[in-house]
């Protein structure tokens, strides 16, 4: 398929409540690469895979949660258009300037119906994955912790599910290929690709808005991920439930917290996406093995526990 | 080191929690139950607990948007960050909700 239009999820802005141990976290556990900290003391992370100059930056801040998640768009022209077509649907936009996040040209922000504020950028400094572009390795030497490749995607819980639908796939142009409905036809949860992974962003139905649920990290493989388990249990780390498969997107996974309390993913091995193909739909009493699919059975902390 | 017991109002369970180990930690260790167990990390609120009469404990950081300053003056806190200084007799207020209440359970094992 030819990518146009938005890539990829670009990064998130995460608050933290202590900034030392949340390095130790997502540096020396993770395995993010710390390229950058600001005058307001924000830190900069990428994933060794990535070859943009960060995908998370962590704020310290008196609460956890998520400031902002944003996907990085293919051109300038796009990110016009895109804005364009926002103001024209009705959303509110805002045009942050470029250097507000360092090495990130402008970004434009608004917010979507669940209460969740949503970025685009076009442009942010390119420093490589580490192996170079000419007969490269498969691989960069002196990898740390659980040396995750990518910041994946978010999942993001809140109201509005049916607008947020509406928005993601007419205006952005993302599809929909994940849902889980109730008999009446409501949904409880939505799984967009703007690529052909999966998942770029998911939601699930929650009254509270602008509620985060984790931010993803994309493995190699089922054993990476039983031996991020592993240096999970070696650091005394937060464990919310895995190593297990999740029967929406098929992911492999295993979810935990930051010291602050915001949940993580590592995960592997979804499918591989194309437009032309029908979205899954789950039915809400099958939500537990949707969601977990060896428990099989709804899993309260998943469901209740947000920051 | 002493070890502090721990009371749940309401239950009664009791448990001992080390000197300088959390709440919530002392409870999982030691397989107790009574207050639901969230993030661990001070931010998702769901191991809120008050602590009742006079006591000693200090607590690590806690979101705000869990924990006010009201509610911390009261001693209101996060268990997961709550340790102890004396025996303390804890009221949980944490409620783990899934908001998708109705639906079915899914099949058994």
Request: hydrophobic letters at 35%; proline letters at 5%.
């Amino acid at each position: 398929m030819s990518f146009t239009g938005v890539l990829r999820p670009g990064h998130a802005v995460i608050r933290v409540m202590e900034m030392e141990p949340a390095v130790t976290h997502y540096v020396e556990r993770l395995g993010l690469i710390k390229t950058n900290e600001d005058a307001q003391g924000r830190v900069y992370l990428k994933a060794w895979d990535e070859h943009d100059a960060f995908s998370i930056v962590l704020r310290e801040a008196d609460s956890p949660g998520l400031d902002h998640t944003a996907f990085k768009v293919m051109s300038v022209a796009d990110l016009d258009r895109l804005e364009a077509d926002l103001r024209a649907y009705g959303s509110t936009c805002e045009r942050i300037p470029a250097g507000e996040l360092e090495d990130c040209g402008h970004r434009v922000r608004f917010e979507i119906p669940s209460g969740h504020q949503i970025e685009l950028y076009a442009e942010k400094k390119t420093v490589g994955n580490g192996v170079g572009y000419r007969n490269p390795n498969p691989w960069p030497e002196g990898l740390k912790g659980m040396q995750a490749n990518r910041f994946d995607h978010c999942l993001l819980y809140g109201p509005n599910l049916a607008d947020n639908l509406d928005l993601f796939t007419n205006v952005l142009g993302f599809n929909l290929t994940e849902r889980v409905v109730t008999p009446d036809g409501g949904l409880l949860a939505t799984f967009f690709t703007c690529s052909n992974k999966a998942h770029d962003i998911a939601f699930v139905h929650h009254e509270e808005p602008n509620k985060f649920h984790h931010a993803s990290f994309l493995l190699g493989s089922w054993e990476e991920v039983l031996r991020a388990a592993d240096i999970m249990s070696m650091h005394d780390i937060s464990i919310d439930i895995g190593p297990t498969r999740h029967g929406i997107t098929r992911g492999r996974t295993i979810y935990f917290f930051d010291p602050s309390g915001n949940r993580n993913e590592v995960f592997c091995g979804d499918y591989t996406w194309y437009p032309d193909r029908e979205p899954i739909t789950w039915d809400a009493d099958e939500l537990g093995r949707a969601i977990f699919f060896h428990d099989r059975r709804l899993n309260e902390n998943f469901l209740g526990v947000v920051t | 080191m002493s070890d502090y017991a721990i009371t749940l109002e309401a239950s009664g369970e009791t448990f001992t929690c080390r000197d300088g180990q959390n709440v919530l930690a002392a409870m999982e260790r030691l397989g107790r139950r009574g207050i639901p167990v969230g993030c661990r990390g001070g931010g998702c609120g769901v191991c809120k607990v008050q602590v009742l009469g006079q006591a000693g404990y200090r607590t690590l950081k806690m979101s705000r948007a869990q924990v006010s300053v009201a509610e911390e003056a009261q001693g209101i806190c996060l268990a997961c960050k709550l340790i102890p200084e004396s025996d303390l007799l804890l009221r949980p207020l944490g409620v783990l909700q899934s908001r998708l209440a109705g639906l079915s359970p899914g099949r058994p094992r």
